[in-house]
């Protein structure tokens, strides 16, 4: 039995055959992710507007192209938008507090406070030591730099020289009326110098 040549075999048997040709359409090329997405979302952490208008800008051609990256420019604009609420928050927030840092760090407020504080610890009846309190309580508010603490601290000042005053004339009737009005001006002086306070 005789076996009859292959018609498509080669005459150089050292070389393969060349591979079959696949039917249908060649491949599409695959899609490729759009740039601009790619980023306006990678810009939305750093730099919010800018990823937002590439964010924009990446959508548009998008939807005109063919490319991918949609998710990335949606994803994109929202955490640009979240960024830049955050932003505007913040910055809302120092504006709005900035004036009460301010008071707080006002030397009338700091040295006020102190010295408030130290002639409340003094005894009622060491009339220099009385003394030597308000002055420093007059020299805190000789040093402010806002006109309602320096008027709320002289007021402390007056309140207590009053208070001597009255004490040493044996007055207990105005030296009680002084002590709630000193009591009502050293609230104010807290609530000037205090975060929050208006």
């Keep these: 039995m005789s076996i009859a040549p292959d018609p498509n075999a080669t005459e150089n048997y050292g070389q393969p055959a ?37 964010s924009v800008v990446a959508l548009v051609k998008i939807k005109a192209s063919a490319q991918k990256g949609k998710g990335l ?9 979240l960024g830049m609420i ?7 927030t120092v504006i709005a507090v900035a004036p009460t840092a301010a008071k707080l760090a006002d030397p009338g407020c700091v040295d006020g406070k102190a010295a408030i504080n130290n002639l409340a610890t003094v005894n009622g009846t060491d009339s ?22 320096r008027a709320a601290i002289t007021a402390v000042a007056d309140d207590y020289t009053q208070i001597v005053q009255a004490a040493k004339a044996g007055d207990q ?26």
Aim: neutral net charge.
């Design 73 to 81: 420019a949606i994803a994109g604009v929202i955490i640009s938008v």
């Design 18 to 54: 060349a591979a079959p040709q696949p039917y249908g359409p060649p491949p599409a090329a695959s899609q490729s992710t759009s740039g601009l997405s790619i980023a306006g979302f990678v810009l939305a952490f750093i730099i919010a507007p800018i990823g937002f208008i590439l």
């Design 128 to 149: 220099a030591a009385l003394e030597t309190g308000i002055a420093d309580i007059r020299t805190a508010a000789a040093k402010s730099k806002h006109d309602d603490v």
């Design 86 to 92: 955050g932003w505007a928050l913040i910055i809302a």
């Design 173 to 198: 009737a105005s030296t009680d009326q002084l002590v709630k009005k000193s009591d009502d001006d050293i609230a104010k002086v807290n609530s000037l110098c205090t975060v929050g306070g208006k």
